[in-house]
């Protein structure tokens, strides 16, 4: 079992007492997911009130922020495990679940993009706008190679790496108040989500080349 699959496991652990209480009370895994969207818009709300009021070089509201980022990162595992344990999944779920989830990227992205921006690190913003298109591509291709009947789940900069790698970054940042500690890990997202796009690109390819071959 891989390390991603492994932490996981131990979270679906941790958060099962809690799922179990979901479920008890009648919350339905699309509450849940709207919930974690709720909370992302928060977060964003906060970046952007940070760009527009806090003194250039006081991190502290990026910090809050990346703390509300990673909560909401929580609902995206509650709502899968409330709609698998409570015997609720759908395939409108499925759907609301990821247009959901990429709702909160874009939103997050922005956040912290307008936040850059803003308080006049133009160049650093640019990590976070490659990084969106990264995220985007990697869900889309995904999604469309799913759509031609191959599975594309691979790579390492899948979005629950983006949530905690971008959502650490903002918190270090905050703690520490220093810009570098979110710019790199924003940068690291920026460069694996654009890899992982194209190693999906290229096993479709593959995938495709063998059933084109397979026709002949």
């Known amino acids: 079992m891989k390390a991603r699959d492994k932490a996981q496991q131990i979270i679906y652990k941790i958060i099962h007492p809690v799922v179990r209480g979901m479920i008890k009370?009648?919350?339905?895994?699309?509450?849940?997911?709207?919930?974690?969207?709720?909370?992302?818009?928060?977060?964003?709300?906060?970046?952007?009130y940070g760009a527009i009021n806090a003194e250039r070089g006081d991190f502290s509201l990026v910090g809050w922020a990346g703390a509300i980022i990673l909560f909401a990162g929580l609902f995206d595992m509650l709502d899968g495990q409330v709609a698998r344990l409570g015997k609720m999944s759908s395939r409108y779920g499925a759907l609301f679940d990821s247009v959901l989830d990429r709702y909160s990227e874009l939103i997050v992205l922005f956040g912290i993009c307008?936040?850059?921006i803003l308080?006049?690190?133009?160049?650093?913003?640019?990590?976070?706008?490659?990084?969106?298109?990264?995220?985007?591509?990697?869900?889309?291709?995904?999604?469309?190679?799913?759509?031609?009947g191959i599975e594309c789940k691979g790579g390492f900069m899948q979005?629950?790496?983006?949530?905690?790698?971008?959502?650490?970054g903002a918190i270090g940042c905050g703690i520490f108040n220093h810009l570098l500690v979110l710019v790199i890990p924003l940068a690291i997202v920026?460069?694996?989500?654009?890899?992982?796009?194209?190693?999906?690109?290229?096993?479709?390819?593959?995938?495709?080349?063998?059933?084109?071959?397979?026709?002949?």
Do not use: W
């Not at 009370?25 to 970046?47: E, K, Q």
């Not at 979005?159 to 650490?168: A, D, F, G, N, Y």
């Open 25 to 48: 009370i009648g919350i339905t895994p699309n509450f849940v997911t709207a919930s974690g969207l709720f909370f992302t818009v928060i977060a964003c709300a906060i970046l952007i």
């Open 159 to 168: 979005r629950p790496e983006r949530v905690v790698i971008i959502s650490l």
């Open 190 to 216: 920026a460069v694996f989500s654009n890899v992982t796009a194209v190693g999906r690109l290229n096993h479709c390819r593959k995938a495709l080349a063998i059933e084109d071959k397979g026709k002949e």
């Open 114 to 116: 307008y936040y850059l």
């Open 119 to 148: 308080q006049g690190y133009f160049f650093s913003s640019l990590f976070g706008f490659v990084a969106l298109i990264g995220s985007m591509m990697v869900s889309y291709i995904r999604a469309r190679a799913e759509g031609l």
